[in-house]
């Protein structure tokens, strides 16, 4: 069985920085492409950033650029969103995910950022 | 960027009815790499169709995926109660960024 499994979600003042991880199981993490997804309060999906399974390119949607980085260690079949710069905005559930196309997802790490 | 523009946004109908659901992209979407998703409230998002129009593993037949270039459908027949959900359609591929659509909300 997959499991993909987020964790570092939590409440950070508006400048601030937090690290999500994110662990899965169940497939070969080395050979798939991951993403990060958010979705804010009651809003819909937003694809945040993916990254290749060697880790060589990382991509991101252009609200994040600068401020968020991908990364991965395949060795502990793990993936990480580090993010600074934190603005009430990016406030969501973040969600990692196998792809794209996304056929698994964790349930999901929560991330308010508020003063 | 591709925009991908969903519709309608909201429709409300009865067990065993058909549906289409509509996502139109700005730009062209290559090799038809075109996702849809659905997902109900308090749950992760749950892979129907990519690739514009193969089934994940595990999704009934009664959803199917259409379309090319600019012009996608997904069409859900006879639908059930449990279909009540927001579907969203994302392009992906090559270029990012992977945008989703602004999702449809579907009553039964």
């Known amino acids: 069985e997959v499991q993909l499994a987020e964790s570092g979600g939590g409440l950070v003042q508006p400048g601030g920085s937090l690290r999500l991880s994110c662990v899965v199981s169940g497939l070969t993490f080395s050979r798939n492409w991951m993403s990060w997804v958010r979705q804010a309060p009651g809003k819909g999906l937003e694809w945040v950033a993916n990254?290749?399974?060697?880790?060589?390119?990382?991509y991101y949607v252009d609200s994040v650029k600068g401020r968020f980085t991908i990364s991965r260690d395949n060795a502990k079949n793990s993936l990480f969103l580090e993010m600074s710069s934190l603005r009430v905005e990016d406030t969501a559930l973040y969600y990692c995910?196998?792809?794209?196309?996304?056929?698994?997802w964790g349930q999901g790490t929560l991330v308010t950022v508020s003063s | 960027e591709n925009v991908l523009t969903q519709s309608p946004g909201t429709l409300s109908l009865s067990p065993g009815e058909r549906v289409a659901l509509s996502c139109r992209a700005s730009q062209t979407v290559s090799s038809n790499y075109l996702a849809w998703y659905q997902q109900k409230p308090g749950q992760a998002p749950r892979l129907l169709i990519y690739a514009a129009s193969s089934r994940a593993t595990g999704i009934p037949d009664r959803f199917s995926g259409s379309g090319s270039g600019t012009d996608f459908t997904l069409t859900i027949s006879r639908l059930e109660p449990e279909d009540s959900a927001v579907y969203y359609c994302q392009r992906y591929g090559s270029s990012p960024p992977d945008t989703f659509g602004q999702g449809t909300r579907l009553e039964i």
């Open positions: 995910a196998r792809g794209p196309p996304h056929a698994y």
């Open positions: 990254i290749r399974p060697d880790g060589s390119d990382k």
